[in-house]
């Protein structure tokens, strides 16, 4: 019975709820609950943030479960994302840099970048999304050990 009725599993839900000034607690479907913020005391982060997060969380489960399904002797995997936004509202993001740095031993170039692709591409629905209306570029860096 799939016609007309929506898998559980791909529904997530979120909600905030205002503690004070542009303070919110913010609360995920699986149970998590933090502080997010639009400016003042700096307790949490901001909404535009937690996309960059978003991004470099999706791409980064992409990418490391690749690599480990590929059987390399990864030491250590970092993702970083710098994102420029729009001047005027909507101050949407108009460019993302996605910046993976890989430690390990014997890690060939050639994976590293079929992982990131593939991610890119297919999985990481995050930066797909944002690909809409952003231009996302990648770059990487292999440090031996």
Request: some cysteine.
């Amino acid at each position: 019975m799939t016609d007309g009725w929506f898998i559980m599993s791909n529904i997530k839900t979120a909600s905030v709820k205002w503690i004070e000034g542009s303070e919110f607690e913010a609360s995920t479907g699986s149970g998590h609950k933090f502080v997010i913020e639009g400016g003042g005391p700096n307790r949490g982060p901001g909404p535009m943030e937690l996309v960059l997060v978003g991004l470099a969380g999706c791409t980064g489960i992409d990418v490391s479960d690749i690599l480990k399904k590929k059987r390399l002797d990864v030491k250590g995997f970092e993702v970083r994302v710098e994102g420029t936004r729009a001047e005027t509202c909507p101050m949407v993001y108009t460019c993302i840099d996605v910046i993976y740095t890989i430690r390990g031993k014997n890690i060939p170039a050639s994976d590293v970048e079929q992982a990131i692709r593939l991610s890119e591409e297919k999985y990481c629905s995050v930066g797909i999304m944002l690909g809409k209306t952003a231009q996302i570029n990648h770059r990487y860096e292999i440090i031996a050990e």
